[in-house]
DNA sequence: TCGTCATGACGAACAATGTTCTACTCAACG
DNA sequence: CGTTGAGTAGAACATTGTTCGTCATGACGA
């Protein structure tokens, strides 16, 4: 039984009672272990070399144990099971945004950049934003995220009820865009799949539609395709944001 | 090779040349085999019912042929691979949303009843919602629907760019909320998680978190966790749709 | 009417996955 | 020097998607 990973999940998803981490003095209590054991950091720091290179596909806790040189086993004593380690990894994503101190004046560029964070972490680690999409909501390094976020909103002016009804929007978009922006260039890289088609492709394809069932794909499939993923991102963004002008002026 | 299913699969997602299905005049040509045989028909019906019953998690090749009353192997003569199911899911879905025809002075209303259809099956069959995320854009039965969407934004004056982009975030918006409403019923079921937490507890967490770090989430926990999905829904389709007025008036 | 053949159904099997069981190593402590 | 106990690791199990070779079965031509 030994430690039992369920009480480190538990305390990664509760309050911070006392110290988060407990990391020795670095040289008095534990002198350097001879064979760098395994930590919960090493195994996310592995999980997430696997997924930015092959993506989240790819994260297998085989695949992760073969980076620490060990077998899937190794891995249980620390991890719950593959879930916890998803969770491992968004915590990991939340805990690099950077936040802002409130600006009333700045709040949409602010938000803007927060979430613009958020999606470049997802889209540096393709795939990942599925387990984000999955995960528990009571993450802690999520939850301080979405403390900032709500700051920032309230800060803005946005009432309450509205300002989280808002992050829960913003949040679920950006988790989709990312998820789609990834499955669309692992599909590019996947060429042996004869049916994926690139962007001119796709124009082709829209404007070859019949006529008499999809005028308005086929006249317009240049603008249909058209605007790179940064674009209809800000574009989507723009739309929610605005949305919530109303309230603050 | 026999009829190799990869031409299926071709002809879902490439133009409807001919016939779309070629169904028998029942009774004509083909005067009812006497078993049953399996078609993509009766193997799409089977996933779906798995879906219902038990979400989609539970959709395997095997349980569906359990389903069908044969083994997995039999189904590979139909399909190409789990994706292809995937998408013969999405398809048949999609193709049950009715259409409107479009409104100019309704286009809003319109809009919302769509995307309310397609909410609504995304949660009749808990979890697709992943496949349709994650489902190629050229199935012809979403193109179908794209299409009708995309004639009620331009009846209601939005711009073809705009409405394209419009399009792709109000649909990766109801994909994204069905698909985390569907996690949360599906947590909600599973009640041996003992970390899974009911609406109250949320509530309780959010108020117990300490105050120095997580003050806005704290103060206002009650407001955060309220509004039933609908309300949110109903929300954020609204910040889309209404971002768009601009271009209208 | 009989033989031939192609189509599709099927069982067994394979590789890969998450997860568990049990044995083992090895530093710390009496 | 012996004990202990946490952490490690190898083998194994059940389940997944997928493929291979074989077999039934209905249609078609002589």
């Given at each position: 039984m030994s430690v039992d990973p369920r009480r480190h999940r538990a305390a990664r998803h509760a309050q911070p009672a006392a110290r988060p981490t407990a990391e020795p003095a670095a040289g008095a209590a534990a002198p350097a272990p001879r064979k760098r054991p395994i930590t919960v950091e090493r195994i996310t720091d592995a999980a997430l070399e696997v997924v930015a290179?092959?993506?989240?596909?790819?994260?297998?806790?085989?695949?992760?144990?073969?980076?620490?040189?060990?077998?899937?086993?190794?891995?249980?004593?620390?991890?719950?099971?593959?879930?916890?380690?998803?969770?491992?990894?968004?915590?990991?994503?939340?805990?690099?945004?950077?936040?802002?101190?409130p600006d009333p004046a700045a709040w949409r560029e602010q938000l803007v950049g927060v979430y613009g964070q958020l999606r470049d972490l997802y889209l540096r680690y393709p795939g990942v934003s599925r387990a984000a999409l999955a995960a528990v909501p009571t993450n802690l390094e999520t939850l301080r995220v979405g403390e900032g976020v709500l700051a920032i909103l309230l800060a803005g002016g946005i009432d309450p009820r509205t300002a989280g009804?808002?992050?829960d929007a913003l949040s679920l978009y950006v988790a989709g865009y990312a998820?789609?922006?990834?499955?669309?260039?692992?599909?590019?890289?996947?060429?042996?799949q004869e049916w994926v088609l690139s962007h001119d492709e796709v124009v082709d394809r829209f404007a070859a539609l019949p006529a008499d069932r999809f005028p308005h794909t086929r006249r317009h499939a240049a603008e249909l395709a058209s605007g790179t993923g940064p674009d209809r991102f800000a574009f989507a963004l723009g739309l929610l944001l605005d949305g919530l002008r109303p309230a603050a002026d």
């Open positions: 290179a092959e993506g989240y596909d790819a994260l297998t806790i085989r695949r992760v144990a073969a980076v620490l040189g060990t077998g899937p086993s190794s891995l249980y004593a620390h991890i719950v099971n593959k879930d916890d380690l998803d969770d491992l990894l968004i915590g990991r994503l939340h805990a690099e945004v950077v936040l802002p101190a009804w808002a992050r998820l789609e922006q990834s499955l669309v260039r692992q599909r590019r890289r996947n060429e042996d």
